[in-house]
């Protein structure tokens, strides 16, 4: 079965600090990632996607993530957080075989609340 | 602009009715899914659509019901029989993996909120 875990349910961090959001997946096949994020009532945005052979992954808003295999890990990070950034992270991953082709597993989320 | 819309935004129904939910996108996207969302529990798969006039169910399809007539649409609809209807609905698509690769993204649309009294 495939499956993704976001191991924590909120992440607080104060301005200016890095953030890290973490991402450990667990799949049959070849995985392909992704990080989403959620305004309140809003549907999610796409903010960035693993690409083979780059372990550092650069996407919106200054976000990149870290891919390592060996850990079976996506972590999103930061450098300096907004109070802006402040909203709910979604990982995600698609798998290349199986009968579930096509479908994005998707994590439980982690509120991310960045204060002043 | 190109995106997917839902609507409407806010939907509130008896308890024992059947409700549609809608679902366009002018993405010209194969694929096609619909999420349901609640507090603490993510994103769970009911129904998804990789091409017109066929759709599989996720993995909570029990209580609701979809059709693909059209590329463009992809309307869900809450049963009666769906025991605990109220939740925030959301609906996705993306380009066919067999045709975009397997790291083309989800595009989502701003959710329907659905209150069942």
């Known amino acids: 079965a495939q499956s993704v875990a976001q191991p924590e349910d909120q992440v607080n961090v104060a301005e200016g600090n890095p953030l890290t959001v973490k991402c450990t997946y667990s799949?049959?096949?070849?995985?392909?990632l992704f990080w989403y994020v959620q305004y309140p009532n809003r549907g999610l945005q796409f903010l960035l996607k693993?690409?083979?052979?780059?372990?550092l992954v650069k996407g919106s808003y200054g976000f990149e993530a870290e891919f390592n295999k060996s850990q079976t890990s996506f972590h999103l990070k930061k450098p300096s957080a907004l109070v802006s950034d402040s909203a709910l992270y979604f990982c995600?991953?698609?798998?290349?075989?199986?009968?579930?082709?096509?479908?994005?597993?998707f994590g439980r989320g982690t509120q991310l609340t960045v204060w002043p | 602009d190109g995106g997917i819309t839902q609507s409407p935004k806010y939907l509130f129904r008896k308890e024992g009715q059947n409700v549609t939910l809608s679902c366009e996108q002018n993405?010209?996207?194969?694929?096609m899914y619909w999420y349901r969302q609640d507090p603490g529990q993510g994103l769970r798969l009911i129904y998804y659509?990789?091409?017109?006039?066929?759709?599989q169910k996720g993995d909570i399809a029990e209580g609701y019901s979809v059709s693909r007539e059209k590329k463009e649409s992809f309307p869900l609809t809450v049963t009666s029989a769906q025991k605990n209807p109220t939740a925030f609905y959301l609906c996705?698509?993306?380009?066919?993996?067999?045709?975009?690769?397997?790291?083309?993204?989800?595009?989502f649309g701003n959710g329907t909120r659905l209150t069942v009294t």
């Open positions: 996705a698509s993306s380009i066919d993996v067999g045709t975009g690769g397997y790291n083309s993204p989800l595009h």
């Open positions: 693993y690409i083979t052979g780059d372990n």
């Open positions: 799949v049959s096949g070849n995985p392909y």
């Open positions: 659509s990789q091409i017109v006039n066929d759709f």
């Open positions: 993405l010209n996207h194969d694929a």
């Open positions: 995600a991953v698609r798998v290349d075989r199986g009968s579930t082709l096509g479908r994005l597993y």
